[in-house]
């Protein structure tokens, strides 16, 4: 199974306020485990960088100057996708900065049943806690002392190993890691190795059968002299 982890970073709350997207950073699982490929990309979004926004991500207006449109890495983005599930935290956020961006250059909007909400997911499970990536970093003991900033591709690594946690663990399923091999069901369970032991004794010994003779004579009229 294939699923793609996914964060942005934007000049803002809003697309419909004239927010952009400013980066895409992707990370591929298959069967619940990162494999080596990613995506990631910083966008031009032609318009300047609010205060707020920066504070959050560090991306100023002159180092994104220079970086690509939208419409220049869509094809790139889309391909990568490929259709895949997409795990995201508060999914309906980076959906509608995504897909505000694929309308404006005349592409299909994609469809919010392909995104798997980690927000949504954390507070079914922890009902009241918080459920920001932050607080389920701390929750599940997972090291995110580098991220100083908002980064799409560090948030992406976390969110990944959140999720993990999330479905029921970092080795769910019968898949353990990347460098350990499915178990294979054709070939039946692994040998056991027994251990021999020498044989009990069954025969009775002298003592026992004329206890059991002694026994037999009390017993009046017994049905096998019939």
């Known amino acids: 199974m294939r699923e793609i982890v996914l964060d942005t970073e934007t000049t803002g709350l809003s697309p419909t306020d004239g927010d952009r997207l400013v980066e895409i950073g992707c990370i591929e699982l298959i069967n619940h485990v990162a494999t080596e490929r990613s995506f990631h990309v910083y966008i031009n979004p032609e318009r300047d960088m609010p205060t707020a926004a920066f504070e959050v991500h560090g991306l100023s207006a002159e180092f994104l100057a220079d970086k690509p449109l939208f419409a220049d890495v869509a094809d790139d983005f889309l391909a990568f996708l ?32 392909q995104a798997v909400d980690t927000v949504s997911m954390a507070r079914r499970k922890f009902p ?3 459920a920001s990536l932050d607080a389920l970093c701390r929750r599940f003991q997972i090291d995110n002392s580098g991220r100083t900033l908002h980064g799409a591709l560090i948030d992406a690594d976390l969110l990944a190993q959140v999720y993990l946690e999330l479905i029921g ?33 069954h025969l009775p010994s002298p003592a026992e059968l004329a206890a059991h003779a002694a026994f037999l004579e009390k017993i009046t009229d017994p049905i096998w002299n019939g």
């Open 169 to 201: 663990g970092r080795q769910p399923g019968l898949v353990l890691d990347m460098g350990t091999a499915a178990v294979d069901l054709t070939r039946g369970p692994a040998p056991v190795e027994r251990i021999a032991r020498p044989a009990r004794p």
């Open 82 to 113: 490929d259709g895949a599930p997409l795990v995201i935290h508060n999914a309906s956020f980076d959906m509608g900065f995504i897909n505000a961006e694929l309308r404006n250059i005349g592409r299909d909007p994609l469809p919010m049943s």
């Open 128 to 130: 009241g806690a918080p």
